[in-house]
């Protein structure tokens, strides 16, 4: 069975930072692109950011370009969210999300989220 | 960036029921060169993540009951639940992944009239 299971998530002050884990398990992590997802209270859902299967190669949302960083570790099979320089409107849950096999910016695979809240 | 706005914003259906969302996209995502549409439909219950519906366009993700389609070409697209269960009570959400960054639309609440 496919999980994704984040954490790591909390309350920070305006400026501050925190790093997201997403762990994996009941499928090959490796072969799979990744994304994270964000959504505000009460609101839609928002692409943040993407990671090709090996690492390599990363994608950001303008809102997040420069103050987020997506990364991988294939061998513990998990994938993080480094979050900095946070602002309230990054208040959210964060998912992260498996790419379809079809390719292409589909999830398939969601974990439940962590939620993030930036207030002072 | 491609703007997804769904249509109504609410629905009240009565339980068996049909219920018909609408999804428009400010520019096509219909990708001449495979001749298909970069659309897929996510259902969100309180207090769940989203679960993938359909995807390009029309494609039925495994496991998901029958009832649900997906219609629509180019620019204008339909989830259709032939007949409402009470199980069916959700946000449903478009999303076009035709272009970075993908996009979703604002979400339609679906309720039990």
């Known amino acids: 069975e496919v999980q994704l299971m984040e954490s790591g998530g909390g309350l920070v002050q305006p400026g501050g930072s925190l790093r997201l884990s997403c762990a994996a398990s009941?499928?090959?992590?490796?072969?799979?692109?990744m994304h994270w997802v964000r959504q505000a209270p009460g609101k839609g859902l928002v692409w943040v950011s993407r990671?090709?299967?090996?690492?390599?190669?990363?994608g950001y949302a303008d809102s997040v370009k420069g103050r987020f960083t997506i990364s991988r570790d294939n061998a513990k099979n998990t994938l993080y969210l480094q979050v900095n320089s946070l602002r309230a409107e990054d208040t959210a849950v964060y998912y992260c999300?498996?790419?379809?096999?079809?390719?292409?910016?589909?999830?398939?695979?969601w974990g439940q989220g962590t939620l993030v809240t930036v207030s002072s | 960036d491609i703007v997804m706005t769904q249509s109504p914003d609410s629905l009240a259906v009565s339980l068996g029921e049909r219920a018909t969302i609408n999804c428009k996209s400010s520019?096509?995502?219909?990708?001449?060169?495979?001749?298909?549409?970069?659309l897929a439909w996510y259902q969100q219950k309180p207090g769940q993540p989203p679960k993938l519906l359909i995807y390009?366009?029309?494609i039925r993700e495994s496991g998901v009951p029958d009832r649900f389609s997906g219609s629509g070409s180019g620019t204008d697209f339909t989830l259709t639940i032939s007949s409402l269960q009470a199980e069916d009570v959700a946000v449903y959400y478009c999303?076009?992944?035709?272009?970075?960054?993908?996009?979703f639309g604002q979400g339609t609440k679906l309720e039990i009239k």
């Open positions: 999303q076009q992944y035709y272009t970075t960054p993908c996009s």
């Open positions: 390009w366009a029309s």
């Open positions: 999300a498996r790419e379809h096999s079809s390719g292409h910016d589909v999830f398939d695979y």
């Open positions: 990671i090709n299967s090996a690492g390599g190669g990363t």
């Open positions: 520019q096509s995502v219909l990708y001449s060169s495979d001749n298909k549409n970069y």
């Open positions: 009941g499928f090959t992590f490796s072969s799979y692109w």
